[in-house]
Nanobody, 124 residues
Framework: QVQLVESGGGLVQAGGSLRLSCAAS????????MGWFRQAPGKGRLFVGC????????LYADSVKGRFTISRDNAKNAVYLQMNSLKPEDTAVYYC?????????????????WGQGTQVTVSS
């Protein structure tokens, strides 16, 4: 199994940028398709984007397309979420998740492993 730890969250003004990192330990991250999700207070956990095991395929939610970019460095056992042009509605706890079987799922139930989350707050 794999353990995931997110970092890089914080408070940023609208229009600003943040880069989230997801560090893995245990089993090599190259065994997993990776996803990013977010959860705002009182809301469900929503798909942000995902990246295939080798990094060659990516999928994004419409709400972040063109603003957010997912990347991974399997040699460093890490996945990243670059967030640009941030909006107040991007405020949420952001989670990375690992899926050993399925690429491209937007359903959080298909992901086997989760980090603890990192808070992103965008002020207007």
């Amino acid at each position: 199994q794999v353990q995931l730890v997110e970092s890089g969250g914080g408070l940023v003004q609208a229009g600003g940028s943040l880069r989230l990192s997801c560090a893995a330990s245990g089993r090599a991250l190259s065994n997993y398709n990776m996803g990013w999700f977010r959860q705002a207070p009182g809301k469900g956990r929503l798909f942000v984007g995902c990246i295939s095991k080798g990094g060659g395929s990516k999928l994004y939610a419409d709400s972040v397309k063109g603003r957010f970019t997912i990347s991974r460095d399997n040699a460093k056992n890490a996945v990243y979420l670059q967030m640009n042009s941030l909006k107040p509605e991007d405020t949420a706890v952001y989670y990375c998740a690992a899926d050993s079987r399925t690429y491209g799922s937007t359903d959080p139930l298909t992901y086997n492993y989760w980090g603890q989350g990192t808070q992103v707050t965008v002020s207007s």
